[in-house]
């Protein structure tokens, strides 16, 4: 036993499970308390070193996610919208800082998460890296600068296996445009362009999604008007940074007071 933070990783065998555990091990100041897959999969019940191609660890997949929190202090989730929603009750039971990186979330799975940060410290952002939470700083800041002359358009690009669009990255560089313009972007929001649209409306916020190969993820906040453009640009090379930021939060959410938070929280922009 050591005083580190104990951490469980769900959806232990997903690109994102994979890297958030390396992640982990390789960190000085939290432990591997637990790994969880889903039931059924080829993984449970096998240690996650060699699940993962390695040396065994000693910490055996099981899809008992109750068991698994229990004793820990914070769980890393980034899988499914219903497995976060189940996952968010089991964490709160437990007491575990729930730090949630899942997104193609609606609105109302949303406001299922809403009874566990009662009762414990949920982290939840589309995107956990230092870089596009400073972009989402900085797109707040240019559209508050700028007048609807300025259109606003958000693209994104990612691998061809992500199942959801807008990212929800794009959903929250989206959310801070509108903010900084002083809009609710539901009424603003213009997805999914096809066909004869009719001209753009004056003041919307555009969406755009491109899906192919290895595309990490990347994200562009355009503000287009006439005789100039501006452009404000995230581009990830590597996993690793949303991993560090999942581990950062639950981190900063030991000790905090039960409440729903996101990375501007953890990391003070
Ligand atoms: N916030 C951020 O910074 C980031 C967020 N993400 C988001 O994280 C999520 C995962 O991405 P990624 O790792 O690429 O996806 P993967 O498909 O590689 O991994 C998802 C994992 O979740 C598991 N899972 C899915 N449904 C369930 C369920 N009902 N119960 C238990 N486990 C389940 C999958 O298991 P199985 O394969 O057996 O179905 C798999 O292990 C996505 O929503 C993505 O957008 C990704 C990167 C950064
Ligand atoms: O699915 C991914 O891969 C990613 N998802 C997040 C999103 O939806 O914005 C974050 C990152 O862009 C990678």
Redesign the pocket.
Known sequence: MTDKPGIVI????????QMLIKTVLDSDKAELAGV???EG?DWVGQDIGIAMGGAALGVVVTDDAGSAFAGAQAVID???P??TIAFSKLAAEAGCVHVI????MSEAEIAQLDPAAQDTVLVR?????LGVNLLVQLTKKVAAALDEDFDIEVIEAHHH??V?AP??TALMLGEAAAEGRGVALAEVSDRGRDGITGARKKGDIGFSAIRGGDIV?EHDVLFAAAGERIVLRHMATD?AI?AR??LKAALWGQGKDAGAYDMIDVLGL
């Open positions: 769900t959806g232990a065998s997903g690109r994102m499970g969880v897959e889903r999969h980034f899988t499914a219903q497995a990186g899942t997104t193609g952002a589309g995107n956990m890296s296996h992500k959801d990212s929800g993820g996993r949303f930021g999942a």
